[in-house]
Nanobody, 119 residues
Framework: QVQLVESGGGLVQPGGTLRLSCAAS????????MGWYRQAPGKERELVAG???????NYADSVKGRFTITRDNAKNTVFLQMNTLKPEDTAVYFC?????????????WGQGTQVTVSS
């Protein structure tokens, strides 16, 4: 069994910063990738940032230059540093992990954390 627990959301003013964390625990032999999606009211869920087992990263165009995804492999944890936040960043952020064996993985999801950017 694998669980993802995320934290760090909250209310912040435009231009502010937040750091999200997501820790995986349980039966983990291999992590293929981890990252975050987000879903705002009335919008489809979108990939915000991801990091692969090899360390390569990808970001949504809307967050490039403002958000940074990093990882702590020893703790099976990923972080999302969010700088210069904008109201349009307001959403529920869901951590994901592609976790399993070296050959196959399953997609696991965190519980979601609310990020609200408002003055």
């Amino acid at each position: 069994q694998v669980q993802l627990v995320e934290s760090g959301g909250g209310l912040v003013q435009p231009g502010g910063t937040l750091r999200l964390s997501c820790a995986a625990s349980g039966s983990i032999l291999s992590i293929h990738a981890m990252g975050w999606y987000r879903q705002a009211p009335g919008k489809e869920r979108e990939l915000v940032a991801g990091i692969s087992s090899g360390g390569s990263t990808n970001y949504a165009d809307s967050v490039k230059g403002r958000f940074t995804i990093t990882r702590d492999n020893a703790k099976n944890t990923v972080f999302l540093q969010m700088n210069t936040l904008k109201p349009e960043d307001t959403a529920v952020y869901f951590c994901y992990g592609d976790i399993g064996t070296p050959s196959i993985s399953m997609r696991y999801w965190g519980q979601g954390t609310q990020v609200t950017v408002s003055s």
